[in-house]
């Protein structure tokens, strides 16, 4: 059963959470859902069902950067993202980056992933942009930005003035 259990990849992770009790080892037998595949479901996150927060990260040399958060919103059901946010000033669209100096994916992780949204664990995307341009010069401030989460079109703004040189945008994790 050990080898069959290998062989079936997932499956491996959803027996350890689920239990060996429930999984009976066939040739035919299809994978077991994950405990998330069955409490949550897998359904994308829509327009209106997440609301967007922000907060500031810690600056670092002349990196700045806020946290966007995705929580439900009051009665949404859990939902799936995948992928990164849109985000845009009024002349600067952000960069698609796995990682930068101030936050992202974690070093090693080079691959986007479904991060999975409840009410108690929302998903979040770092944005970073430095303060100064390559002269050493202030970067123009935008009154705030426009963004959008992964895989939807509900586009919000957002009144947080920012300078962005080098605008960044990370994909969502938990």
Do not use: K
């Not at 479904?114 to 935008?142: I, K, L, Q």
Request: proline share 9%; charged share 15%; aromatic share 8%.
């Amino acid at each position: 059963m050990r080898h069959t259990l290998i062989r079936m990849g997932f499956a491996l992770a959803s027996i350890a959470a689920v239990g060996a009790a429930e999984f009976t080892a066939t040739a035919s037998a299809a994978p077991v859902p994950s405990i998330a595949h069955r409490d949550w479901g897998n359904q994308p996150c829509v327009n209106g069902q997440l609301a967007t927060s922000i907060s500031e990260l810690s600056p670092g040399s002349q990196h700045r950067g806020i946290r966007l958060t995705y929580n439900l919103a009051p009665g949404a059901g859990p939902c799936t993202l995948y992928g990164y946010p849109g985000l845009d000033t009024g002349g600067v669209s952000a960069e698609r980056t796995f990682r930068g100096y101030l936050g992202g994916l974690p070093d090693g992780q080079n691959s986007l992933y479904t991060v999975f949204v409840t009410a108690d664990r929302p998903a979040r995307a770092d944005v970073e942009w430095m303060a100064v341009d390559n002269s050493g010069n202030s970067c123009v401030t935008d009154p705030g930005f426009w963004t959008t989460p992964p895989n939807t079109t509900d586009t919000q703004w957002m009144p947080e003035q920012i300078q962005p040189c080098r605008l960044q945008i990370h994909p969502v994790t938990n």
